[in-house]
């Protein structure tokens, strides 16, 4: 019976997983027209949709996992999938001062804005100052220690200055995908290392993307993490994008145990122009937006709990 109601269970996540949800009836889809004299005229990109994940309760992880769908994916989009920070507490037995131009660093799946056939993985670490009783200054960048034989230097100089990896992965709409981020240790440096996995969820086929080199010992995630949909090219604002996230889990790093987390706060930042609509349902959060204006309302922040489909180790 217990093995019955077990494959039951599965076969109601494996049917949800395949539907689409049904978004024509959460936001009115400008046509081709509208989209295309909008995009001839805009002057910003499409409003940024940002849920906070209340990851915080935890304390102190050291790995992060988040399913995710976009069933509409025009060039320029980002699905971020952990805005996260990290716990340099260690540190300051070394330094008397340490800052961070942003958080710690972010990851997910975007879609190429110069070559819109090429879809991607990335990986971002912001630089992180440090300053000794002697107000000495050292910058902390993380470094890519694998794959190994790409492009040396990866940095970034928008929104602070860091280090970044972008990775091909043929990530289509329409697709269930699970990000999975690890905390390590280097065996050459001893410090802490971040994996970056991906799960084709219907294939089951994991692909392991890129790992860095932290540039400091005893790190671990900790705060509230954001997931965010984003429009990063002008040219494609007035279009359609989407982004459903569920199974959010976070690693305790205390007790070892995998941790659901069911409760986020959804909002707008930046009060880019266009519409948008969030929400969650039972088990996923969802947002659309597009920068056509007059298409759907724009509702304030909202906090929204869901349940998890599945629990304890994701891989």
Known sequence: MRKCLVFLFMLSAMQTYAQQRDWNALMRFPNKQEIANYNKTSKSRSPYLCAWYNTGVVGKFNEISVDFKADYVPSGTYCSLANFYLDYEDQLTQYERIELDNIAGYAGFQRNAVN?????????FWDVYCWDKNGMKTTMRAKRIWPEGKVADDSFGHEGEGAHHLQD???????????LLQCGRSELTGNTTIEQW??????????KLCVYDLGAPNLSFKGNMAVFLENFQVETSGEVRTMEVRNVRVRCAATNEWVDVESANISQNFNLF??????????????ITTGVPGVAPRDGTKWVKVKNLESGKPY
């Open 116 to 124: 819109p056939n090429r879809y991607n993985g990335i990986l971002s």
């Open 169 to 179: 992965y043929p990530w289509k709409a329409g697709r269930w995908y699970r990000m």
């Open 198 to 207: 991906f799960c084709d969820l219907g294939t089951k086929t994991w692909t």
């Open 274 to 287: 266009g519409s948008y609509q969030y929400g969650a349902d039972d088990n996923t959060v969802w947002m």
